[in-house]
């Protein structure tokens, strides 16, 4: 991997990859706690302790949109490098970062 785009893809690959799957556990994240929080007012729980409860939720929500930021961000900036280094698409690396971008469109609505 001597020359330098390809591992400048291979870095931006990952962030892709990396996003994408934070993303996604941030989602995750806030079914559970939603989950945990309704158990916990049919239990009949503390105050304090749906509060805080609470605040976790509003915590992974927040997430969310910062992931989805960063990720948009990271998608571009790795479909232009693919459209400048076309002289590359024989590339492992290449290959590999087209095939992150393809996953990562489920976590993009706008793709």
Same mark, same amino acid.
Do not use: H, W
């Given at each position: 991997m001597s020359d330098p785009r390809l591992?400048?893809?291979?870095?931006?690959?990952?962030?892709?990859?990396?996003?994408?799957? +934070?993303?996604?556990?941030? +989602?995750?994240?806030?079914?559970?706690?939603?989950?945990?929080?309704?158990?916990?007012?049919?239990?009949?729980?503390?105050?304090h302790v749906l509060r805080k409860q609470e605040e976790v939720l509003q915590e992974?929500?927040?997430?969310?949109?910062?992931?989805?930021?960063?990720?948009?961000?990271?998608?571009?900036?790795?479909s232009e490098m693919l459209k400048n280094e076309e002289e590359l698409k024989e590339t492992e690396q290449y290959l590999a970062a087209s095939n992150v971008l393809e996953d990562a469109k489920v976590n993009l609505p706008q793709h």
């Open positions: 591992r400048q893809l291979t870095i931006k690959t990952g962030v892709v990859k990396r996003l994408s799957k +934070e993303k996604t556990v941030y +989602e995750k994240e806030v079914i559970t706690q939603q989950n945990r929080i309704d158990k916990l007012k049919a239990s009949g729980a503390d105050d992974s929500m927040m997430m969310v949109p910062d992931c989805q930021r960063r990720l948009a961000k990271a998608f571009e900036e790795l």
